[in-house]
């Protein structure tokens, strides 16, 4: 088949997913109730709003300051603030996590091609560390606030079963792990090699290259690693109260302990569904789920991760548009030509 008409089925395929992932999120708003939903976000207010975007503002750059440390060249954080927002909001809408590609070719602009490959790589591998890390460390926090602030709701065995899928959340770092330990960058070359592309034995220096960087990242920039699992760490936990903000500004008066539960378990929802390439209705159902599963109203949950869905947007979108800044090398650059 030519590149060309399978690139033109690849996009048409994503508009689908894209279209099919707001019908879904429509028809569950609806059988919530836009009432409900309008109710809701009254509620919120504009003084909640701005808090819970703020929030967002603090989550996404905390994420953003880690990608900054993972790069092998450090070089305008703003650009890399923006690049990461904009890299989240891409992999919103197009699936199969496109939004990483942006990041690098965003990021390339002040870091250079190979290290913004680099950064983006380790940080996704960090990511999914200190991601599992927090859940598995709420999933705990969450029993310790049942017994300081006595909880009658709160549901032992739910933690039970909820702290051993916990251990679920680490699968995709040891997945990436075995990737890095097994040279997956030369062997990915060399796979191009016997398909027959030429002139692959620079890219194969290349990929050892990196292969070898990304394996020596911890032992050689300690403090890099250090920062960049630590700020992300710090991320989730933001995350959380974001979440427990949001439910106390939509009006929803659950303990504080099984709301810790819940959003442990919808973090584990959501690794569950990274499978199917949709975002848009597919959270907000796992939502949903989640609340149920605990006992509490279903749709409570919905409406709680749609208003969390938009103040994601909202944040990474304001973040994003700084992306229309030039770099401080560009803009010297330009004024040389002139």
């Known amino acids: 088949m030519d590149v060309k008409i399978k690139n033109k089925l690849r996009n048409l395929l ?41 929030c967002g503002f603090l989550e996404n750059g905390s994420d953003a300051l880690g990608l900054y440390y993972a790069l092998p060249q450090r070089k305008n954080f703003l650009r890399v603030f923006s690049s990461n927002c904009l890299g989240a909001l891409t992999n ?23 290290n913004s490959i680099k950064g983006v790589i380790l940080w996704n591998y960090i990511y999914k560390l200190s991601k599992g890390c927090s859940i598995f460390a709420l999933v705990v926090l969450s029993l310790i606030v049942s017994f300081i602030m006595p909880d009658e709701t709160y549901q ?15 699968l995709p770092y040891f ?53 960049t699992f630590w700020l992300q760490y710090f991320a989730r936990h933001v995350s959380l109260l974001t979440f427990l903000l949001c439910t106390y500004f939509a009006g929803f008066d659950y303990s504080l302990s099984t709301l810790i539960l819940i959003h442990c378990s919808i973090n584990l929802g959501n690794y569950i569904s990274a499978v199917i390439p949709m975002k848009f209705g597919v959270g907000e159902g796992i939502g949903f789920l989640m609340f149920t ?46």
Not at 16 to 21: D, H
Not at 93 to 99: A, K, L, M, R, S
Not at 176 to 194: D, F, P, T
């Open 293 to 338: 599963f605990m006992g509490l109203p279903g749709e409570a949950g919905g409406l709680v991760t749609f208003i969390l869905r938009i103040k994601a947007i909202i944040a990474m979108s304001l973040v994003s548009s700084l992306i229309i800044v030039k770099p401080r090398e560009d803009q010297a650059d330009q004024k040389t030509c002139l």
């Open 175 to 227: 997945g990436m792990m075995i990737l890095i330990k097994s040279n997956i960058s030369v062997k990915v070359v060399k796979l191009l090699k016997y398909l027959g592309k030429k002139n692959t034995d620079e890219l194969i220096k290349k990929a050892e290259q990196m292969d070898k960087d990304l394996k020596l990242f911890k032992k050689e920039r300690p403090l890099d690693y250090k920062r």
């Open 14 to 54: 994503r508009i689908v997913l894209f279209i099919l992932s707001l019908a879904i999120l429509f028809f569950l708003l609806k059988s919530i109730g836009f009432d409900k939903l309008a109710d809701a976000f009254v509620k919120v207010g504009w003084s909640g709003a701005v808090i819970l975007i703020c």
């Open 92 to 114: 919103y809408i197009i699936p199969w996590e496109v939004g990483e590609l942006v990041k690098i070719g965003m990021i390339k602009e002040v870091a250079g091609s190979a």
């Open 156 to 170: 032992l065995d739910k933690f039970w079963l909820i702290l051993l899928c916990s251990f679920l959340g680490f």
